[in-house]
């Protein structure tokens, strides 16, 4: 995820002035892997700058190579990021925000960790991105305890590149995160469910995959537009297209099934997702005690 983040904002730093204004002057990316690569042109020097270990980078900070940070991002595994952040969080000011991506690890933990250390007043986010945002098509929910304007303005410009943010609290963000931020993961496997359907009826697979990538574009772009131009919602299109008696309806009587249909099975999924990254955070915390 924090490669779809970098890529995207390398390519809003170079083609989108509308964004680039408002991104960080320096993008420090912390990546360990021995061969880290991001000298493609949107991420190259002097905006982007790698370094393969936070004691690189430190080393350069403290040589005032590198202005202090607004911001420390952390894209790594939940387990990591308390790690993660115990390391960093000496080179942080105490303006500076920190960014988790985490699922499963609540503000009130990342804050208690902060306290611990004597960071009482960083500004602390939770963001919740879908893989889309690699392409500016993503949702992004943002969580803070901080009431600050300011903080929560400097976040919002950071993840305008990505998509469509919505601030909501940390709770919803937990709940969320099993239905949003794996969104994507339902439906590629909504996009193979209707190729394998396709094949089955003779589409040859490359057909069956076209027809399936524009008819979820396509679904997704019209429903909206009529929302917004119409006010017509998804249920009410619904409708408007499953003529009785027709084939819309004949495989709708399939989907809607009150106990197995669509709509039931979306809210188990969410649950089941949710219960895991509750899971996650009892991990997370049984790990702490170790
Ligand atoms: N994938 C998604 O769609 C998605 C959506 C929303 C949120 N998230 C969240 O995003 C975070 C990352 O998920 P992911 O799927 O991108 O996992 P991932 O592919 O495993 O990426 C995590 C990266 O962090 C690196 N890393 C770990 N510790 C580090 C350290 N101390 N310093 C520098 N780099 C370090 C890892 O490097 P090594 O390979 O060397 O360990 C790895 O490259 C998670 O907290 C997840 O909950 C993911």
Redesign the pocket.
């Known amino acids: 995820?924090?490669g779809a983040l970098l890529t995207r904002w390398g390519d809003a730093c170079i083609n989108e002035k509308e964004y680039s204004r408002n991104l960080p002057n320096f993008f420090s990316v912390?990546?360990?892997?021995p061969n880290a690569d991001i000298g493609s042109k949107a991420l190259s020097p002097p905006r982007f700058q790698a370094y393969a270990s936070?004691q690189k980078f430190a080393d350069e900070l403290s040589q005032q190579k590198l202005p202090a940070p607004d911001a420390l991002l952390l894209?790594?595994?939940?387990k990591?990021?308390l790690p993660?952040l115990n390391?960093a969080r000496h080179l942080l000011a105490p303006s500076a925000s920190v960014i988790s991506?985490?699922?499963g690890l609540p503000l009130t933990r990342m804050r208690y960790a902060l306290k611990a250390n004597k960071n009482l007043s960083t500004p602390l986010f939770r963001v919740?991105?879908?893989?889309p945002v690699a392409i500016g098509e993503g949702i992004i929910l943002i969580a803070s305890d901080s009431k600050r304007e300011q903080e929560s303005s400097y976040v919002r410009a950071l993840f305008a590149p990505m998509g469509r943010s919505v601030f909501c609290s940390d709770e919803l963000l937990d709940k969320g995160t099993g239905l949003w931020?794996s969104a994507?993961g339902y439906l590629f496997q909504m996009i193979h469910a209707f190729e394998t359907a396709a094949c089955e009826l003779g589409y040859k697979p490359d057909q069956a995959r076209l027809l399936a990538f524009q008819t979820l574009k396509g679904v997704g772009l019209f429903a909206e537009k009529q929302h917004t131009e119409k006010n017509i919602s998804p249920q009410e299109l619904v409708a408007s297209i499953a003529l009785p008696g027709g084939t819309t309806e004949a495989g709708l009587s399939i989907l809607n099934d009150k106990k197995t249909g669509l709509v039931p099975l979306m809210q188990i999924t969410a649950q089941l997702a949710y219960q895991r990254a509750q899971n996650m955070a009892q991990e997370i915390a049984a790990e702490e005690e170790k």
Do not use: E, N
């Open positions: 995820m924090g912390i990546d360990r892997s936070l894209a790594v595994r939940p990591q990021v993660t390391d991506l985490a699922a919740m991105p879908s893989i931020g994507p």
